[in-house]
């Protein structure tokens, strides 16, 4: 285990997700023992990263976790919207949503997964962040700080990620 990416989940909680299924000679391979498809339904979070002054905004939870604002798509939503509005309620600040980061399946709880879709943000305004009821606080943490706390492997994918792509100028 990488230090500073343990968080206790099984070895499959941390699952990229294929855009395309795999190929097995040559054939289609949706992972079903025959070739009838299963339908498996995931709920859907939308996250995104914002960098606040060189540091990733992260937010603790219940289980003491630190985790990327957004939440929960939902009905007739649009990824992007869902994610200005969560960010709206959970910071009190408004966002640009850019690009698509990454999506991955994680276990949240035993037998409970969740498919995480992350973005990355820009502030459109200029108010203070506050922490909504729906965690215990804000953190601001450098990328070398992220490889120290309980941070799921794939928001630190993200977080660095976006890093990349902003560049040191526009992550301040």
């Known amino acids: ?12 909680g941390n699952r990229p997700v294929g855009l395309l299924p795999e190929t097995a000679g040559g054939q289609l391979n949706y992972g079903f023992a025959n070739s009838t498809m299963a339908s498996i339904v995931f709920p859907v979070s939308i996250k995104g990263v914002l ?32 994610l200005a509005r969560e960010v709206g309620e959970e910071l009190g600040i408004a966002v640009e949503v850019g690009p698509l980061l990454d999506c991955w399946v994680y276990e949240v709880f035993p037998k409970r997964e969740v498919v995480i879709v992350t973005y990355g943000l820009r502030r ?14 804000i953190g601001l943490f450098s990328i070398d700080q992220i490889d120290r706390i309980p941070l799921p492997r794939g928001y630190h994918r993200a977080v660095c ?6 560049g040191p100028e526009e992550r301040c």
């Open 51 to 82: 960098y606040e002054g060189g540091s990733v905004v992260l937010l603790e939870n219940e289980r003491s976790e630190w985790e990327l604002p957004g939440g929960r798509l939902e009905p007739g939503e649009t990824p992007e919207g869902c």
């Open 1 to 12: 285990m990488e230090p500073g990416h343990h968080v206790p989940r099984p070895e499959h």
């Open 161 to 166: 990620a976006w890093g990349h792509l902003l």
């Open 124 to 137: 459109s305004d200029k108010g203070d962040l506050r922490v909504s009821e729906e965690h215990r606080r």
